[in-house]
């Protein structure tokens, strides 16, 4: 993807997760849906995310107010157009949904009591809602209960066409797999026949297919559970939000600072702090140095490229430094499917995959994340240490090569044009380079990048990240390596189809049972591998100075930046 | 003195909506998808056409353009990408921080640029002179990001990470908050007075070498009461005219220093805009600053005329 800013704003909200983060780290004993009153970071047991150092337990009343740092504005408070890393910040503190992650990717109930019944069929969930749980306006005061017509008119809300200013991008298109969504997508029917209050306490979704992504898709931000007085003007609604979570919005000052305070009866676990602050507008190094100085507890930019070394490396920031390995994977992209292209040959594609140095990438990048070596990352449901079909080998590289008969050819490597971007490519030439591969690189703007690897046969090559929607292993095969995907247009950017693969992806989302699905993602992964239309190059990690002051951990791996769960001394 | 303001009016708002128009046609040209840059990799296609249509970038180049014009006539700059506010109402937030930045480095340019010019003039060659000489080269080619980041970490940050003392913030601003003004100001501000101090001193030197200056000083005037009383009221014009046509490069150290500062102004958007790929934001950043130009320009020949009684606005000698 783009350089640190502008990945940061096209990068998901990382919203989502589960799927049984039993099945998937299958020792963590998780989800124990458990009885009312349970709390998402009581519910469940952490998996192996976010590598926060050792810090003190927070206190037990914690009445400070937590700051964090951005470079850029809060684009949207309303939760079913929020979809950037600022705005997700803000709408974390806000609002709830149904199911929520607890410290790791597994999934715990939310504004539900419990996990949802599901129906033999697998298509409908019926959720049972807490009671007595309140919406909060901006000065503080409960506006009253919500109810189940609150989550229906939600949901709705989300798949509506006539949203002000406009929809979102990407919301709507999760929500489709509702049953009569698209209805009210196209704008013949007000609301979706498959979602339903069956009684003030009980909501009902049904979905056209059985498909397991749907507790992933109603714990996204877009799954938010806002008054069913919202309304279309979603800029009106965003001026005076209300919802259901731990704190109020105090004060929003465009491009300078909302304020956020603690709501006093939340239902669920308190803030750590008595309220927050997303500060606006200071450029990561002035963040950096407020953090390292203390006039800012957490950054929410990365450390400037130029001051990483010296920042971690700097003994009396030991223990301030904090880390998460993003769900996201950066890869290259093969082009699988052009004619008359030395690329599609699948023994030229597993030669680069044994010719890419991955070890040399990871220094470029301050020997942050580590290598990539499959498909899914760790923290994905369906990571899987051992799969590492291709490691360096350059005599195998070669020996390949051969066997397809290949002395060598021309090709062009297209990324966007930020400095680690740029390195990882010329590192990725000067390899291809020993295996008689001459590589031309193009460095393209972001969004410009974005039209032409989506042009079919455009980028023999590309270089670039992707970044989860949601904790679930489809997501990682679904958008961006399915038939469906390789369309002009679409994000299957190697253009790699194989019919037997998507037959094989669609029974996984229907799958009930979560360890048997996993399996069965865990084989897909090694089925594409073998056809070697990407060579995964490198993990993401973000890493973050915070001020002394401040204990817990804020880098989640699904929320992004959670301050709920950050305490700071007085 | 009518007909002139007049013609200057219209002479004003022809310059801005040539800058207008041509802003809008290199934003056109740029190779950008602004849609694109707004939905995302994990957006479908149809979501990004969506969006094209609904920013209207969908229609040919002179519609798009013609509504804009239209919309600037009825002081409607479009809405930003990014922040879904009107154009018009980011900039009104953002004046007055850019406004006070820009008055503090004026006054400490002025303040230390003219009498440093001064008394380089009265004795020119001498110590003080020489001395500004060299300082003045030296700060007049200093870019303003590394004057400003040098003054930000020696007097921001290693006090307060060394000493404990927060003697001034790292960055921010806070309306008339003089520890957050005073860094950017001074940034902005010695560069400009490297440059006033040299420009009070030729203008001041000529008028010294003057007839009433040689005679004041032949009827017994000290060499301060010449050059104060007499010569300092006729070399400020050149002086004053300077400041106005100079504006345009100093709301270019505006925005260096807003971006150094995080100060949230006018320049700090113009960055945000270009990074973030707001065109409406970008063009509305741009039209501000042609205005500002435009009006301070007029207003300092306005000053002028009446500071020096032998100018005359209009053309003709009246």
Not at chain 1, 449 to 467: E, K, R
Not at chain 2, 5 to 15: A, E
Not at chain 2, 67 to 76: A, I, M, N, S, T
Not at chain 2, 229 to 245: D, E, I, K, S, Y
Request: aromatic share 8%.
């Amino acid at each position: 993807m783009g350089g640190p800013s502008r990945r940061r704003l096209v990068l998901a909200w990382l919203a989502a997760g589960s799927i049984g983060v039993s099945a998937c780290g299958g020792t963590t004993a998780s989800v124990a849906p458990a009885a009312s009153g349970s709390t998402p970071s009581a519910a469940a047991a952490t998996s192996d995310t976010s590598v926060a150092p050792s810090s003190d337990p927070p206190p037990a009343t914690a009445g400070g107010i937590v700051s964090i740092g951005f470079e850029s504005d809060i684009q949207y408070f309303d939760p079913a157009l929020s979809y950037d890393t600022v705005s997700g910040a803000a709408t974390r503190l806000l609002y709830d949904q149904l199911v929520m992650y607890d410290e790791g990717t597994g999934l715990v109930p939310g504004l539900a009591e419990a996990m949802p019944t599901v129906s033999a069929d697998g298509k409908t969930y019926t959720f049972k809602l807490r009671s007595g749980v309140d919406f909060y306006q901006p000065d503080g005061t409960v506006l009253r209960e919500m109810t189940a017509d609150d989550v229906v008119a939600s949901l709705n809300r989300i798949l509506d066409p006539d949203l002000k200013p406009n929809p979102s991008p990407v919301g709507p298109a999760f929500f489709s797999i509702i049953a009569g969504a698209d209805a009210v997508l196209d704008g013949s029917a007000p609301t979706a026949s498959g979602i339903r209050a069956i009684d003030p306490l009980t909501v009902e979704i049904e979905l056209a297919a059985p498909d397991k992504r749907i507790l992933n898709i109603l714990a996204m931000g877009f799954g938010s559970v806002v008054p069913k007085e919202a309304g279309q003007d979603a800029t009106a609604f965003g001026a005076t939000p209300i919802g259901t979570g731990p704190y109020h919005l105090v004060e929003y000052k465009p491009g300078e600072i909302a304020t956020f305070a603690r709501n006093a009866e939340y239902w669920g676990t308190a803030p750590m702090n008595a309220g927050a602050e997303i500060r606006i507008g200071l450029d990561a190094t002035t963040q950096l140095q407020q953090a390292i100085v203390g006039q800012l507890d957490l950054m929410g930019d990365f450390i400037p490229a130029g001051e990483y070394n010296a920042t971690v490396e700097d003994p009396d920031l030991s223990g301030r430094i904090h880390r998460r390995t993003d769900v996201a994977v950066f890869y290259l992209s093969l082009d699988t499917s052009a004619p008359d292209s030395p690329l599609s040959d699948v023994k030229v594609r597993q030669a680069i995959n044994h010719a890419v140095d991955k070890a040399n990438l990871v220094k470029l990048q301050n020997g942050r994340g580590g290598p990539a070596t499959c498909i899914f990352p760790p923290n994905m449901p369906g990571y899987d240490p051992t799969c590492d079909p291709y490691p360096y080998d350059l005599a195998r590289a070669q020996a390949l090569m051969q066997e397809a008969g290949q002395a060598g050819f021309e090709t062009e490597l297209y990324t966007d044009p930020s400095d680690l971007s740029k390195s990882m490519a010329e590192a990725i030439q000067v390899d291809l380079a020993k295996i008689g591969i001459t590589v031309k690189i193009v460095l393209q703007e972001f969004d410009v990048l974005l039209g032409t690897i989506a042009t079919p046969h455009q980028a023999p090559m590309v270089y670039i990240g992707w970044f989860q929607d949601f904790p679930d292993p489809s997501d990682f095969i679904d958008p961006i390596l399915s038939c469906a995907a390789a369309v002009e247009g679409g994000a299957n950017i190697s253009w790699w189809c194989d019919p037997a693969i998507d037959a094989l992806a669609a029974k996984a989302l229907a799958e009930p049972d979560d360890a048997t699905r996993i399996a069965m993602y865990q084989d897909i992964q090694k089925q594409i591998m073998a056809a070697a239309p990407w060579v995964p190059t490198t993990l993401s990690e973000t890493v973050e100075v915070v001020s002394a002051r401040v204990s817990g951990s804020y880098l989640h791996p699904v929320y992004s930046f959670d301050l709920r769960t950050i305490a700071v001394a007085e | 003195m009518i007909t002139y303001l007049v013609r200057r009016v219209l002479w004003g708002v022809t310059v801005l909506l040539a800058v207008g128009l041509f802003t809008f046609v290199l934003a056109y040209i740029a190779p950008t998808d602004p849609a694109k840059a707004i939905a995302g990799r994990n957006a479908s296609a149809e979501a990004v056409e969506n969006i094209r249509v609904a920013l209207g970038l969908d229609q040919p180049l002179l519609e798009q353009m013609a509504r804009y014009l239209w919309g600037v006539l009825h002081l409607d700059l479009g809405t930003s990408y990014q922040l879904n506010r009107p154009v018009v109402d980011i900039l009104l937030d953002r004046v007055p921080a850019t406004a006070q930045l820009v008055v503090a480095g004026v006054l400490i340019a002025l303040a230390i640029g003219v009498p440093l010019g001064m008394r380089s003039a009265t004795r020119p060659g001498g110590p003080t002179d020489r001395a500004a000489i060299v300082g003045t080269s030296i700060l007049v080619a200093a870019p303003a990001f590394l004057v400003g980041s040098v003054l930000l970490y020696l007097f921001a940050y290693q006090p307060a990470r060394y000493l404990g003392i927060e003697l001034f913030p790292i960055g921010g601003y806070e309306p008339m908050d003089l520890r957050y003004l005073f860094l950017p100001a001074l940034t902005l501000g010695v560069g400009l007075a490297a440059y006033y101090a040299r420009l009070t001193r030729t203008a001041l030197l000529d008028e010294l070498h003057q007839d009433y200056a040689r005679t004041a000083k032949a009827k017994g005037a000290s060499d301060g009461r010449v050059a104060w009383r007499h010569a300092f009221r006729n070399a400020l014009a050149p002086v004053l005219t300077q400041v106005g046509l100079d504006l345009g490069v100093l709301l270019g150290g505006v925005v260096i220093v807003e971006a150094v500062f995080s100060w949230r102004g006018i320049g700090k958007l113009a960055i945000d805009a270009v990074t973030q790929e707001d065109l409406p934001l970008l063009l509305g950043t741009v039209l501000f600053a042609t205005m500002c130009i435009v009006v301070i320009n007029l207003i300092v020949d306005i000053l002028v005329a009446a500071l020096d009684p032998r100018v005359t606005l209009g053309g003709s000698a009246s």
